[in-house]
């Protein structure tokens, strides 16, 4: 841990300015990003009264080893370039916030040319139209299974559509018309896209149009004494209404906004969000928060409205945001705000009618998810700190493992050798640093070669990484971009070193790994290995293993390593020996290139089916001849020894 003192900036150094600083630790990564409208002030009250921090800030100063800081000209400036550093950076102190839950979305494909709907979860795509989040996927299954009436757009997967194409006949949803059918030609890509659009309107809130409509073509067949189709669009509007019902009325017809409550203490906060389109709620979602500083409920909102909101453009930004009280900087929020949606939007508190009514209704669902959150996770955040202390203690490190990098190997019988690193930052995984290896120099199975390869390949990465950003000079003096690829906005791929080394192994597997860190010139980072059998836990160079109890949260956390490792590793091997077979056996074939093998394998669906398959059936794959046919067939064969079908 770093002493504040020793990197403070002199005085009279720092700007009384609006800007942006960035807390940089010892590697030069950015943990940390701020603005201030007076940075000399801002920046001298982190280190003026230390014991009077949060704790949190005050582990972020410990952890830094300098700051650096951006004068810009207006309140707005420094919002967005906040905002585009803590997206760009990442910094792992600032307030991230975090779904409580993985929300389901309705969403309408609209990118591409036959347009689905389906559920969805996760990040969200380019070009598709999203309705929600719900509570429940069955929620928005109950909802589509109604519209489809109306609006028969295509519900089915990519596989299932080629499917009914290749068969020439529609599935059970374009029999009982709920699908129009694009598969086989009854409807235009065009006509199907309108058909998706009006389902994308009427989720939206443009519902009275369509009930108007159904409304008069219903009076119509029945002045026509064309009663079946009368009874039929009658169906249609009660289905409708059913759909409607289904979402509460609260607020006029014209009402689009976003209603935000808080719930918080010292440490966390919980942020929950109504969504309201056409006056009915069609949407909940819910956040919780890591507090880093003393923030003030002020301050919460201005941060999660600029993280809610920052990568959204156009409509998808309400004209109206009702939040519980104003960020202090309300006039640049809402100036960035306008220019994201292209029009005036109104962010404001409550104070009577409808309005305050459901912001109360909202603040209670954001006092019990706090509630639950706080039950949930009690226990697991006091279980990943004392496990992480067991760790330091145990291995006797110098402080506690922030970072852990685990590394194993998978082979079967020696052949498509892999190995995976998997990385677990504060005690929680962190998916995007995940790496995979594919071993070079070694041949058979050999596990102790392979983990020297895999981590000589790493950290002589790391080397290259640190000599190019200039991470290796003073704090400060390193070239632009640091550890962030200026190309790709991005953290370089091994730019950071971690702070424990775990392999799977005992201590042959932890001899080689040293001896990899030793050639490289590399003595700052820990390292130990876990065996399977007795779960021991080996460091180098020493006769007996360290025995952490069974039961304990660092052998928890140890272990959670490494059968992540092992797990990530057995996928990559998975996948690599099943592509391996598929190019061994059909890469031999004379004349067969990339794009007809893959043809055979999705039209088979795999290489057995195609070896039990005659000429003439081959032949009917497109792209694939006669004669070719029967080359494939012979090579086939010729590799099982002359067996087969002719």
């Known amino acids: 841990m770093a002493d504040p003192a020793s990197y403070r900036p002199a005085p009279g150094t720092i700007p009384e300015s609006p ?229 509460s009325v609260v607020l006029g017809d014209t009402t689009d906004c976003d209603v935000i409550a808080l719930a918080d203490d010292q440490l966390e906060a919980a942020v ?92 209670r669902n954001a006092k019990e998810a706090f509630k639950q959150h706080k039950t949930r996770r009690a226990a697991d955040l006091t279980s990943r700190s004392k496990g992480l202390q067991e760790i330091q203690d145990a291995l006797e490190l110098d402080q506690a493992p922030l970072r852990i990098e685990c590394y194993d190997v998978s082979n079967l019988q020696g052949t498509h050798v892999v190995a995976s690193m998997v990385v677990f930052e504060d005690g929680l995984p962190r998916k995007s640093e995940y790496r995979r290896f594919s071993i070079k120099t070694v041949e058979g199975q050999d596990d102790v070669r392979s983990i020297n390869e895999v981590i000589t390949r790493r950290f002589r990465r790391y080397l290259e990484e640190t000599e190019k950003t200039g991470e290796l000079d003073v704090l400060g003096e390193r070239e632009e971009g640091g550890p962030i690829d200026p190309e790709t906005g991005r953290p370089r791929r091994f730019a950071y070193p971690p702070n424990l080394v775990v392999v799977d192994g005992g201590a042959p597997q932890v001899a080689a790994a040293q001896r990899a860190l030793d050639e490289l010139g590399i003595d700052d980072v820990s390292l130990c290995g876990i065996a399977k059998r007795l779960e021991e836990v080996w460091m180098p160079g ?34 690599k020996r099943s592509k391996g077979m598929i190019v061994s056996e059909l890469d031999a074939v004379p004349g067969l290139g990339p794009s007809r093998r893959t043809a055979l394998i999705k039209h088979f669906g795999s290489v057995k089916l195609l070896k039990e398959a005659g000429p003439d059936e081959i032949a009917e794959v497109p792209g694939i001849g006669r004669r070719t046919a029967e080359t494939i067939v012979a090579a086939l064969h010729a590799q099982d020894g002359g067996t087969g079908r002719e």
């Open 19 to 247: 800007g942006v600083y960035r807390y940089r630790d010892a590697n030069g990564r950015v943990i940390y990003v701020g603005k201030a409208k007076n940075l000399r002030a801002r920046l001298n009250s982190y280190f003026t009264d230390f014991a009077g921090l949060h704790p949190r800030t005050q582990t972020m100063l410990q952890t830094a080893a300098g700051v650096e800081w951006t004068v810009v000209g207006t309140e707005v400036e420094a919002l967005q370039l906040e905002y585009s550093w803590i997206k760009e950076y990442d910094p792992r102190f600032n307030v991230k916030y975090r779904d409580d839950k993985s929300y389901p979305y309705l969403a309408v494909t609209m990118n591409e040319d036959v347009p689905r709907v389906q559920v969805m979860r996760g990040a969200k795509k380019k070009g598709v139209r999203y309705f929600g989040p719900y509570s429940h996927a069955w929620a928005i299954r109950e909802t589509v299974d109604l519209l489809l009436r109306v609006f028969p757009v295509r519900t089915c997967s990519a596989g299932v559509f080629r499917r009914q194409q290749q068969m020439g006949r529609p599935c059970l949803l374009g029999d009982i018309g709920k699908c129009s059918a694009p598969c086989v030609g009854r409807i235009s890509e065009d006509g199907h896209r309108d058909v998706a659009a009006d389902f994308c309107d009427f989720m939206a809130g443009d519902t009275a149009r369509f009930i108007r409509a159904l409304e008069r073509d219903m009076r119509s067949a029945a002045k026509e004494q064309e009663y079946e189709r009368a009874a039929r669009l009658r169906d249609d509007i009660r289905a409708l209404q059913r759909a409607l019902e289904k979402q």
């Open 272 to 363: 929950q969000v109504f969504y309201v389109r056409g006056g009915r709620i069609r949407g909940q979602r819910g956040w919780v928060v890591d507090k880093v500083e003393d923030v003030t409920a002020g301050e919460l909102v201005e941060q999660f409205v600029l993280q809610m909101y920052g990568d959204m453009a156009g409509d998808t930004v309400p004209r109206e945001i009702l939040v519980p009280t104003l960020p202090p900087e309300q006039d640049a929020v809402v100036e960035l705000l306008t220019e994201h949606r292209g029009g005036r939007v109104d962010l404001r508190v409550p104070r009577r009618g409808d309005k305050k009514t459901l912001m109360e209704t909202v603040e």
């Open 542 to 575: 020493e006769e007996d293993p360290v025995i952490l109890p069974r039961n304990s949260e660092g052998m928890y956390l140890l272990q959670r390593a490494r059968d992540e490792a092992h797990d990530f590793a057995i996928r990559f091997h998975r996948n």
